[in-house]
Nanobody
Framework: QVQLVESGGGLVQAGGSLRLFCAAS????????MGWFRQATGKEREFVAG????????AYADSVKGRFTISRDNAKNTVYLQMNSLKPEDTAVYYC???????????????????WGQGTQVTVSS
């Protein structure tokens, strides 16, 4: 069982930056594929970024490509989301998700993740 706790959200002006943190409990973190999702008010949860177990490969939604960077530190049981050049449309609750996997893959579908954090609010003002 893995428990995930996000932090780092807040209020920022358009063009600013935030770094989100997702701290995981459990000894099997390095065997988990990880992802970041977001859900704006009145909208469905959407994929933001994903990373393989090793951290050797990443993937991004087109809307954040070139602005956001996902990374992980398996020694610290932590996954990060660096968000630069933030836009008002990035405003949402951001969730960290994980799934135990035997393969070093990226998962984009929220339905395939087993573990979720409680979410952290990101608000970008214009």
């Amino acid at each position: 069982q893995v428990q995930l706790v996000e932090s780092g959200g807040g209020l920022v002006q358009a063009g600013g930056s935030l770094r989100l943190f997702c701290a995981a409990s459990g000894r099997t973190f390095s065997r988990n594929v990880m992802g970041w999702f977001r859900q704006a008010t009145g909208k469905e949860r959407e994929f933001v970024a994903g990373i393989t177990r090793s951290g050797g490969a990443t993937a991004y939604a087109d809307s954040v490509k070139g602005r956001f960077t996902i990374s992980r530190d398996n020694a610290k049981n932590t996954v990060y989301l660096q968000m630069n050049s933030l836009k008002p449309e990035d405003t949402a609750v951001y969730y960290c998700a994980g799934r135990y996997s035997d393969y070093d893959v990226i998962i984009r579908s929220s339905y395939e993740y087993d573990y979720w954090g409680q979410g952290t609010q990101v608000t970008v003002s214009s």
